[in-house]
């Protein structure tokens, strides 16, 4: 199958074909085909959908992850944003997310999770009572895509919050994960940030996707689960 490697530095599309060596240190997203096999619905049939934001898939994967320390510089984490309607409390016990490995067959040991409040249209600080990604070993569908239950369920007031999730695996042994893309933005546009700027976009801290990662479309898919009152 042929694959499209986004460069992010160049900000251009470049083919790449072949084994999950045909890359030695990570890329910044992925292209590749879509297909209905791609999502996990294997979740707690008892909850009620929160929040759901499965649009059109663009086929596009965009890598939020953490290396191994050979590849600190390119850990890198991809957040989106939710609403809590006004008038209502949500109880979140789970976060499903679509995903795709490239550059390799995955899997991911665990992945992190964290929850922000809203502060100027980006993530501001985590969630009281969290201060740091939760680390959830999530039920992976063999592709990338993660159904993830909190250890402890997640009270959210009525407000604009930020949820990130990103993959914990080695790019030596598993390769990399990205995040899938749908075509349309809901809400806020996708934000992205990359401490280390090991892929040399100069987004060090919170930005537009879309500003870092060009070719990127849209916002993330993911759905929240868990009870409201």
Not at 29 to 50: D, Q
Not at 109 to 131: C, Q
Not at 181 to 207: E, K
Request: hydrophobic share 35%; net charge negative.
């Amino acid at each position: 199958m042929s694959r499209l490697s986004l460069l992010s530095a160049a900000a251009v599309l470049a083919l790449s074909v072949g084994s999950a060596a045909a890359d030695s240190h990570p890329t910044a997203g992925y292209v590749h085909t879509v297909t209905k096999a791609a999502k996990n619905h294997a979740t707690n049939r008892s909850l009620s959908i929160l929040y759901d934001q499965n649009g059109t898939d663009s086929g596009i994967g965009i890598v939020s992850q953490n290396f191994e320390t050979a590849d600190n510089a390119f850990d890198a984490r991809a957040a989106d944003d939710f609403t809590v309607p006004a008038g209502t409390k949500w109880t979140v016990n789970e976060i499903d997310v679509t995903g795709v490995y490239f550059n390799g067959p995955g899997l991911a040991r665990s992945e992190n999770v964290t929850f922000y409040n809203d502060k100027d249209g980006k993530p501001g600080r985590a969630i009281d009572g969290l201060h740091s990604s939760l680390v959830i070993t999530g039920v992976d569908n063999g592709t990338g895509s993660f159904t993830m239950t909190l250890p402890t369920p997640l009270k959210l007031r009525p407000g604009k919050y930020w949820v990130a999730v990103q993959a914990n695996m080695d790019f030596g042994t598993g390769g990399e994960w990205g995040w899938e893309n749908q075509t349309a933005v809901a809400g806020t546009a996708a934000v992205w940030r990359n401490g280390g700027d090991g892929f040399g976009t100069g987004c060090v801290t919170w930005a537009t996707e879309t500003s870092c990662i060009p070719d990127g479309q849209g916002d993330h898919i993911f759905t929240i689960k868990g009870t409201a009152q």
